[in-house]
């Protein structure tokens, strides 16, 4: 195997270890603060559109339902925008947008 093949494998395996290690292991739940601090900004940026405890009007998707192994495609649809959505990139950090995808994926506490 010669140093640019090497160098390749390295490189996919260390990528493929760091996406791994980025996505959440449905066996583990998200700590409650997270969980929380994902509600509050819910409640704060999101509600209006999505509704109370992600029960919202027919024109929004309904994040009740939102595919649980599709985190990357919540993060780009937060960060960027989608169809009618606005982009919150600029506004949330990062770790603001992983507290929302703690809540959506947990959802709300059943009463």
């Not at 739940?29 to 405890?53: L, M, T, W």
């Not at 989608?82 to 995808?101: Q, T």
Request: proline share 10%; charged share 25%.
């Amino acid at each position: 195997m010669g140093d640019e093949t090497f160098r390749a494998f390295a490189a996919l395996y260390v990528a493929l270890a760091c996406a791994s290690a980025a996505a959440q292991d449905p066996a583990k739940p998200f700590p409650p603060e997270q969980i929380k601090k994902g509600a509050g900004i819910y409640a704060s940026h999101c509600e209006s559109c999505h509704g109370v405890r992600m029960v919202g009007p027919p024109w929004a998707i309904d994040l009740n339902t939102f595919p649980r192994d599709n985190r990357a495609r919540f993060v780009d649809s937060v960060t960027h925008g989608v169809r009618n959505m606005p982009p919150w990139g600029d506004l949330l950090k990062p770790d603001d947008i992983e507290a929302l995808w703690a809540y959506v994926v947990a959802g709300e506490p059943k009463k």
